[in-house]
């Protein structure tokens, strides 16, 4: 199924104000795509994911399925929520504790009074591809977070929803398994090619899964974009900022011209650059990723700086370094470096973001 969002906002009214959380957001989702919603804590994301669910009205624009509006802010518009026919899984699981697993899966096929012999099929096929069909007898309360959270996943996919929404359903895992069941899930998904959307402020698993990634922050979508592009490519300090680890280092800086040559003057350190598309005196903030600075011998066209602290990574370091007045991480090769150590060090020209202030 194809998703479409148009212009939705959504406004909640509280006691002494109103908030706008989505402000103006407009894009598509394909049908069979794995979506993934990505942004801080607060921006909006489970607010649009329970729109698309229609557990909130936007308080305007469309939301339309296929060809079918199917939430607006004009109500005369909206279809009712139980045609929607799609499925949601929740950070924190909400099994039903007094049911069996077989029966916490089986429940969406009685609500739809499927007759008992299709029922028991269909629960033992999710329960089968989620791998606990071992523990079908057990109550939820006898089973790990992750057998939980497989179960949850079960019974939304046994109905056979026309999407799944996932709210940050891996949170509540230890990392090994978040992992894991991570991997399980991108299977699950492509098996099935039922069109998903899922929430998570974990650009790690955001990068993983999405075909495509909507980044979101205070209301707005920043960018949507192939993971790749999100690192390579991104449009704003934000994006640069949030997606990737560690760090992109972020600057503000002036770009300069002397002879032809164009520079950035740091406090006492000038870097020479050939510049791809950047103007002349104009104020940017400069991005640079950890991984596109290089420590070097040379003495020319670099900026010398002391390393402050090293944290291990494998055959990596990352060196927090001072220089210019300013404090650059560099994710470099391990070699035999010490705090207090004075380096040399050049960013990877083709690699230097700008982003316009
Ligand atoms: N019913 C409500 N009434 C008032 N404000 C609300 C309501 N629901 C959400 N908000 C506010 O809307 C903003 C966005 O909330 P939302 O739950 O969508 O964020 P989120 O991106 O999912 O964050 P998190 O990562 O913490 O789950 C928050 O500032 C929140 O306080
Ligand atoms: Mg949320």
Do not use: C
């Given at each position: 199924m194809r998703i479409e969002i148009k212009n939705i906002r959504k406004e909640f009214k509280t006691i002494r104000r109103t908030v706008s959380v989505l402000k103006d957001i407009n894009f598509e989702i394909k049908d069979g795509e794995f979506f993934v919603l990505l942004g801080p804590s607060g921006c909006g994301k489970s607010t649009l994911l329970n729109i698309i669910a229609g557990l909130e009205n936007p308080t305007g624009g469309k939301l339309v399925f296929d060809d079918k509006?199917?939430?607006?802010?004009?109500?005369?518009?909206c279809a009712p929520v139980?045609?929607?026919n799609v499925a949601m899984v929740f950070q924190t699981y909400a099994?039903?504790?007094?049911?069996s697993v077989y029966e916490n899966i089986a429940f969406p096929l009685r609500i739809a009074k499927m007759d008992k012999s299709e029922i028991d099929k269909q629960v033992r096929k999710s329960a089968e591809m989620l791998r606990i069909t071992n523990h079908?007898?057990?109550?939820?309360?006898?089973?790990?977070g992750g057998e939980r959270q497989r179960v949850a996943i079960a019974r939304a996919i046994v109905r056979k929803p026309r999407a799944l929404l996932f709210d940050e359903p891996l949170s509540n895992l230890d990392a090994q398994l978040r992992t894991a069941t991570r991997i399980e899930l991108k299977k699950l998904q492509r098996e099935l090619g039922i069109t998903t959307v899922y929430v998570t402020h974990d650009q790690v698993e955001a990068m993983t899964l999405g075909d495509r990634v909507a980044v979101l922050k205070d209301g707005y979508v920043q960018q949507i974009d192939s993971a790749i592009n999100l690192y390579?490519?991104?449009?704003?300090k934000f994006v640069a900022g949030f997606i990737g680890f560690p760090n992109m280092n972020l600057f503000d800086i002036e770009v300069l011209k002397e002879r032809e040559k164009f520079y950035i003057q740091f406090e006492k350190d000038r870097f020479y650059f050939d510049p791809i598309t950047v103007e002349i005196g104009t104020k940017y903030c400069m991005g640079i990723r950890p991984s596109d600075i290089e420590v070097t011998d040379d003495n020319e066209n670099v900026l010398k700086g002391k390393i402050d602290s090293i944290e291990l990574l494998g055959k990596e370091v990352l060196l927090y370094v001072s220089s210019n007045n300013m404090e650059f991480s560099i994710f470099t090769p391990k070699k035999d470096f010490k705090e207090n150590q004075e380096i040399n060090f050049r960013f990877d020209q083709t690699k230097i973001h700008f982003f316009k202030k």
């Open positions: 509006v199917v939430a607006s802010g004009n109500k005369n518009e139980k045609e929607r099994l039903y504790p007094h049911l079908i007898n057990s109550k939820p309360s006898e089973l790990s390579e490519k991104p449009v704003n």
